[in-house]
Protein backbone atom coordinates (compact mmCIF):
# COMPACT_ATOMS: atom_id res chain seq x y z
CA UNK A 1 0.00 0.00 0.00
CA UNK A 2 1.55 3.22 -0.92
CA UNK A 3 1.33 6.41 1.36
CA UNK A 4 3.19 9.65 0.90
CA UNK A 5 6.51 8.53 -0.70
CA UNK A 6 9.31 9.35 -2.69
CA UNK A 7 9.60 7.71 -6.06
CA UNK A 8 13.19 6.31 -7.35
CA UNK A 9 13.95 6.03 -11.14
CA UNK A 10 13.88 2.01 -10.55
CA UNK A 11 10.29 2.30 -9.80
CA UNK A 12 9.69 4.87 -12.46
CA UNK A 13 11.27 3.34 -14.77
CA UNK A 14 9.29 -0.02 -14.35
CA UNK A 15 5.70 1.36 -14.34
CA UNK A 16 4.98 0.65 -17.92
CA UNK A 17 6.28 -3.42 -17.89
CA UNK A 18 4.12 -5.94 -19.06
CA UNK A 19 4.79 -8.06 -15.84
CA UNK A 20 3.42 -4.92 -13.10
CA UNK A 21 0.10 -6.22 -11.52
CA UNK A 22 -2.64 -4.25 -12.60
CA UNK A 23 -3.88 -3.39 -9.32
CA UNK A 24 -0.63 -2.33 -8.29
CA UNK A 25 -0.24 0.23 -11.29
CA UNK A 26 -3.69 1.52 -10.40
CA UNK A 27 -2.44 1.98 -6.59
CA UNK A 28 0.57 3.42 -8.20
CA UNK A 29 -2.14 6.07 -10.19
CA UNK A 30 -4.45 6.83 -7.65
CA UNK A 31 -1.36 7.51 -5.33
CA UNK A 32 -0.13 10.01 -7.69
CA UNK A 33 -3.73 11.72 -8.48
CA UNK A 34 -3.96 12.05 -4.34
CA UNK A 35 -0.51 13.84 -4.83
CA UNK A 36 1.33 11.18 -2.19
CA UNK A 37 4.27 10.30 -4.93
CA UNK A 38 6.84 12.98 -4.05
CA UNK A 39 10.09 13.81 -6.31
CA UNK A 40 13.17 15.05 -5.72
CA UNK A 41 16.16 16.58 -7.47
CA UNK A 42 17.92 12.86 -7.14
CA UNK A 43 15.21 11.25 -8.84
CA UNK A 44 14.47 14.35 -11.47
CA UNK A 45 18.00 14.00 -12.41
CA UNK A 46 17.87 10.19 -13.19
CA UNK A 47 14.23 10.73 -14.90
CA UNK A 48 15.90 13.58 -16.84
CA UNK A 49 18.99 11.34 -17.85
CA UNK A 50 16.94 9.37 -20.04
CA UNK A 51 15.15 11.55 -21.97
CA UNK A 52 15.98 10.76 -25.36
CA UNK A 53 15.46 14.88 -26.66
CA UNK A 54 14.80 18.36 -25.40
CA UNK A 55 10.86 17.84 -26.47
CA UNK A 56 10.92 14.77 -24.61
CA UNK A 57 12.56 15.82 -21.59
CA UNK A 58 10.65 19.32 -21.60
CA UNK A 59 7.34 17.29 -21.91
CA UNK A 60 8.59 14.99 -19.25
CA UNK A 61 9.35 17.77 -16.87
CA UNK A 62 6.39 20.29 -17.48
CA UNK A 63 4.41 16.72 -15.70
CA UNK A 64 6.89 16.14 -13.25
CA UNK A 65 7.75 19.48 -11.37
CA UNK A 66 3.72 19.48 -10.50
CA UNK A 67 4.33 16.25 -7.97
CA UNK A 68 5.19 16.96 -4.16
CA UNK A 69 8.51 17.81 -3.91
CA UNK A 70 11.22 16.93 -1.18
CA UNK A 71 14.06 19.22 -1.15
CA UNK A 72 17.54 18.95 -0.39
CA UNK A 73 18.89 20.77 2.81
CA UNK A 74 21.86 20.63 4.67
CA UNK A 75 20.60 18.32 7.69
CA UNK A 76 19.70 16.16 4.22
CA UNK A 77 23.15 15.93 3.44
CA UNK A 78 24.77 15.34 6.81
CA UNK A 79 22.10 12.53 7.21
CA UNK A 80 23.05 10.90 3.82
CA UNK A 81 27.17 11.18 5.13
CA UNK A 82 26.09 9.55 8.02
CA UNK A 83 24.68 6.69 6.27
CA UNK A 84 27.56 5.94 4.51
CA UNK A 85 29.03 6.33 7.66
CA UNK A 86 27.08 3.39 9.69
CA UNK A 87 27.48 1.68 6.15
CA UNK A 88 31.07 1.77 6.14
CA UNK A 89 31.07 0.07 9.32
CA UNK A 90 29.83 -2.92 8.39
CA UNK A 91 30.91 -3.41 4.97
CA UNK A 92 28.26 -2.08 3.08
CA UNK A 93 29.47 1.56 2.13
CA UNK A 94 29.47 1.13 -1.58
CA UNK A 95 25.54 2.52 -1.89
CA UNK A 96 25.10 4.67 -4.58
CA UNK A 97 25.08 8.20 -3.76
CA UNK A 98 21.85 8.66 -5.28
CA UNK A 99 19.76 5.78 -3.35
CA UNK A 100 21.92 7.40 0.15
CA UNK A 101 20.41 11.11 -1.09
CA UNK A 102 16.93 10.10 -1.39
CA UNK A 103 16.79 7.88 1.85
CA UNK A 104 18.03 10.88 3.77
CA UNK A 105 15.46 13.04 2.17
CA UNK A 106 12.41 10.46 3.00
CA UNK A 107 14.23 10.34 6.56
CA UNK A 108 14.07 14.15 6.85
CA UNK A 109 10.55 14.57 4.89
CA UNK A 110 8.66 11.41 6.73
CA UNK A 111 8.18 9.81 3.67
CA UNK A 112 8.54 6.05 2.31
CA UNK A 113 10.16 5.30 -0.80
CA UNK A 114 8.55 3.34 -3.50
CA UNK A 115 11.64 1.71 -5.64
CA UNK A 116 13.00 -1.39 -7.34
CA UNK A 117 15.94 -2.24 -5.88
CA UNK A 118 17.85 -4.03 -3.04
CA UNK A 119 19.59 -0.90 -2.44
CA UNK A 120 17.09 0.69 -0.57
CA UNK A 121 16.38 -2.33 1.86
CA UNK A 122 19.90 -2.26 2.91
CA UNK A 123 19.66 1.20 3.32
CA UNK A 124 16.66 1.15 6.04
CA UNK A 125 18.03 -2.14 8.35
CA UNK A 126 22.07 -1.03 8.44
CA UNK A 127 21.52 2.46 9.47
CA UNK A 128 19.86 4.84 11.26
CA UNK A 129 17.44 6.10 9.06
CA UNK A 130 14.19 5.88 9.14
CA UNK A 131 11.37 5.46 5.81
CA UNK A 132 9.63 2.66 4.76
CA UNK A 133 11.29 1.01 2.07
CA UNK A 134 8.35 -0.08 -0.32
CA UNK A 135 9.07 -2.15 -3.37
CA UNK A 136 7.04 -1.93 -6.99
CA UNK A 137 7.04 -5.34 -7.03
CA UNK A 138 8.55 -8.07 -5.55
CA UNK A 139 12.39 -8.19 -5.78
CA UNK A 140 12.84 -10.35 -9.32
CA UNK A 141 9.53 -9.89 -10.53
CA UNK A 142 9.73 -7.43 -12.98
CA UNK A 143 13.50 -7.70 -14.57
CA UNK A 144 15.31 -5.95 -17.42
CA UNK A 145 12.91 -7.39 -19.99
CA UNK A 146 12.10 -6.01 -23.67
CA UNK A 147 8.69 -4.63 -21.60
CA UNK A 148 11.07 -2.59 -19.73
CA UNK A 149 12.91 -0.94 -23.16
CA UNK A 150 9.63 -0.47 -24.59
CA UNK A 151 7.71 1.18 -21.74
CA UNK A 152 10.59 3.52 -21.82
CA UNK A 153 10.07 4.35 -24.99
CA UNK A 154 6.34 4.63 -24.84
CA UNK A 155 7.10 7.53 -21.99
CA UNK A 156 9.43 9.04 -24.77
CA UNK A 157 6.43 9.20 -27.03
CA UNK A 158 4.46 11.20 -24.46
CA UNK A 159 2.85 8.43 -22.46
CA UNK A 160 3.86 9.06 -18.50
CA UNK A 161 2.97 5.25 -17.33
CA UNK A 162 0.26 2.83 -17.00
CA UNK A 163 -0.82 3.68 -21.03
CA UNK A 164 -2.06 6.97 -19.86
CA UNK A 165 -0.51 10.51 -21.45
CA UNK A 166 1.69 12.43 -18.76
CA UNK A 167 -1.15 14.62 -18.17
CA UNK A 168 -2.30 13.06 -14.55
Known amino acids: ?3 RALI ?3 AWARLESRLLDQSRAAEVIEAVRREELHVSLPFLLEAGYSAQSGPR ?6 DLLKFPWAAIDHGVERRALEAQRQLAVVGHHRMPAVDLIIAALADRHGLGVLHYDRDFDVIAEKT ?3 FTSEWLAPAGSLGEDSAIVAARAKREEGECGLGRSCNF
Open 128 to 130: DLR
Open 8 to 10: DNS
Open 1 to 3: MIG
Open 57 to 62: HRDLFN
